[in-house]
């Protein structure tokens, strides 16, 4: 109907006898009623005053006839209306043949939309309706869900005391109790589990820590000192995370819990701050997981140079998302999309990439599993947030090397 804002739509039928086309019928009822009643009155008068829309026609031929409807939306008034409905109904030729037309409805455009518009509002009233107001059962029940304390799961042989995300997470929060367990499921970190209260660290721990990232997690008290100078002697942890000092985990708020954690440090780094506090059995400590991670007793610095040639690749790579792998003596290994960066280095073989460059963001997941493929440099657009510093890792920007 073309952009008219129409107030009625006329609708007639009509009847050719013979084979004819729309643009015949429109055009015979432009023919025949020009000038009918003056200038000012006619279809294409109105029409360029935009008081008449685009006239649509369809047809279908039976026995030789041609059957068509006629809508003419229109916003002329009431009487103008039906004088312009009768004058179309005057047609009675098209082309060399005979025709017959008739009006079928005038409807009114306005009611229309005022009907659909009145039954969607009972629509929506019924769906409104619908809602109740809360039985007070309900509300305290819902309540007391959100107050249960949560119930740990047995885990492994030993069945000690875990959140029910321990198989699913890469990393694993290792706390000293069942009420430690207990207390970070309630805010919501299923990837926990107790050592249970044994003096050894169990069995189900260690193979964990074969297979994921461990994060320990202990009091602030003197038994935490304990708990931790016992798990680091025979378990590859990966960081640590106390609470702070003279609180125990299982009685931190949600708040302090996100503050501690967010607060974790690498093994080595925890253990070397202690060193160079002074702290005997932390050198101690820190040559068991040394051991335990693989690491040779005398750690030798290595001096990293970037070639100055890496600049204009940074350059190149600007706008492009992709990713450039390196071995050590800087010779380019592949070029591969960003998205795909992670899975590639997890099937690599250890040390084969030396630095990467990329056109995206430094993730703490992209950096756990360059650690774990020995990956020395990685370059990006720029660094994300990260939890857990990983040592060993440089990390640049883009800004940093142009």
């Not at 008219?4 to 019928?25: C, F, P």
């Not at 015979?28 to 294409?44: C, K, S, V, Y």
């Not at 304390?149 to 042989?157: K, R, T, W």
């Not at 290994?333 to 630095?355: F, G």
Request: net charge negative; aromatic share 4%.
């Amino acid at each position: 109907m073309g952009e008219l804002m129409a107030k009625y739509l006329i609708k007639a039928s009509i009847t050719v006898n013979g084979i004819v086309e729309k643009h015949d019928i429109i055009g015979a009822i432009f023919g025949q009623t020009e000038g009918l009643f003056g200038d000012e009155f006619d279809l294409q008068t109105l029409q360029d005053k935009g008081r008449v829309g685009r006239i649509q026609v369809t047809v279908k031929i039976q026995g030789g006839k041609t059957l068509g409807e006629v809508l003419i939306p229109c916003n002329l008034d009431r009487v103008e209306t039906a004088l312009l409905a009768a004058m179309v109904e005057s047609v009675d030729r098209v082309g060399p043949y005979d025709a017959e037309v008739k009006i079928v409805d005038i409807s009114d455009l306005r009611l229309e939309k005022i009907k659909k518009i009145t039954q969607r509002a009972v629509e929506l009233l019924k769906a409104w309706s619908k809602e109740k107001t809360p039985d007070l059962k309900e509300v305290v029940k819902r309540i007391e869900d959100l107050m249960r304390v949560p119930e740990p799961i047995s885990y492994g042989p030993e069945s000690l005391p875990a959140g029910p995300g321990i198989d699913e997470s890469d990393t694993v929060i290792v706390v000293e109790g069942r009420a430690d367990v207990i207390n970070l499921l309630r805010y919501g970190y299923r990837n926990v589990i107790a050592l249970g209260g044994a003096k050894k660290v169990p069995n189900t721990i260690k193979e964990l820590s074969s297979k994921k990232k461990i994060i320990l997690l202990v009091d602030g008290d003197h038994g935490g000192d304990l708990v931790l100078k016992e798990v680091l002697r025979t378990l590859r942890v990966d960081y640590v995370a106390r609470a702070p000092p003279n609180r125990e985990i299982e009685d931190l708020t949600g708040k302090e819990l996100e503050e501690v954690l967010s607060k974790v440090q690498p093994v080595f780094e925890y253990l070397e701050n202690l060193v160079k506090q002074g702290n005997k059995d932390a050198q101690v400590l820190l040559e068991f997981q040394r051991k335990l991670h693989g690491i040779s007793k005398e750690v030798v610095e290595e001096t990293l140079t970037i070639p100055s040639g890496i600049a204009e690749v940074v350059k190149t790579l600007q706008g492009t998302l992709e990713a450039v792998l390196y071995s050590k003596d800087w010779k380019e290994i592949k070029r591969i999309p960003v998205r795909d960066l992670v899975n590639e280095i997890s099937n690599v073989n250890k040390d084969s990439i030396y630095a990467i460059v990329m056109d995206g963001i430094i993730t703490q997941r992209l950096l756990e599993a360059s650690s774990e493929k020995n990956i020395k440099i990685l370059i990006g657009a720029r660094i994300g947030k990260i939890d857990f510093k990983v040592p060993g890792i440089v990390m640049l920007t883009f800004n940093e090397l142009i």
